[in-house]
């Protein structure tokens, strides 16, 4: 299994500034992914990030908003831009093992005022 | 219709009873199935993880796989107030999990 940590792991924002997550793992990976999780709900695949390529966006995400890096085998960042109240939620990354395994990092709570 | 019915219960029961969470999907390309067990306010955490069809057990833990249903099962059995949580169901065709689906998710509580 991977182990990922994500930073912060909550913070709260003023409406209009933005905020970069960051997410580490403990071993090479090709696929990252970032997840939205509002409350009470599934999980959103809101891009996946392969090192050396651009970000690949879902249906209803754009890069403008949520711009990914993706630098190394290791680290990536999302980064939530121009926030809004609608913003608020839980941002997971999550690391995919080749073999058909999904792992996920413990979260940012989000929250926009 | 979802690719992915999940019932979002909840669901309660007693400690030390026997719980069948379930999830049925639709797309037969599906062939890499996981159950997650989130904690409030924690990040999604792999319980078990099946190949294809067939059963595995882990524990307390039991999952199964029917793909002629298209229906995916997780037991627990001697269920602890610890096993509360919500579980997610999710399923995938590629090994790389780029066509990653998830079910609602089911919260259960286990009352001592």
């Known amino acids: 299994s991977a182990v990922i940590s994500q930073k912060p792991s909550r913070d709260i924002c003023q409406r209009g500034t933005s905020l970069t997550i960051q997410c580490q793992v403990d071993?090479?990976?090709?696929?990252m992914f970032w997840y939205r999780q509002q409350p009470g709900q599934s999980l959103t695949l809101i891009a996946t990030a392969n090192q050396g390529s651009e970000a690949t966006y879902e249906s209803g995400f754009v890069i403008d908003k949520f711009p990914i890096s993706r630098p190394n085998l290791t680290f990536s960042t999302l980064t939530v831009s121009n926030m809004s109240p609608e913003d608020s939620s839980i941002y997971l990354c999550s690391v995919a093992s080749g073999e058909g395994e999904q792992f996920f990092g413990p979260g940012t709570r989000l929250t926009v005022l | 219709q979802k690719e992915v019915e999940q019932d979002p219960g909840p669901l309660s029961v007693p400690e030390g009873a026997i719980v069948s969470l379930n999830c049925t999907y639709s797309?037969?390309?599906?062939?890499?199935f996981m159950w997650y067990r989130q904690y409030s306010r924690k990040g999604p955490e792999l319980l078990m993880y099946t190949y294809s069809s067939g059963n595995k057990e882990d524990g307390r833990f039991t999952a199964q796989v029917d793909k002629s249903s298209k229906y995916i099962s997780l037991f627990i059995r001697d269920s602890q107030p610890s096993d509360s949580a919500t579980y997610l169901c999710?399923?995938?065709?590629?090994?790389?999990?780029?066509?990653?689906?998830f079910g609602a998710g089911t919260r259960l509580t286990v009352k001592p």
């Open positions: 797309n037969s390309a599906f062939q890499y």
């Open positions: 999710a399923m995938s065709a590629s090994r790389n999990n780029n066509d990653m689906r």
């Open positions: 071993s090479q990976v090709t696929m």
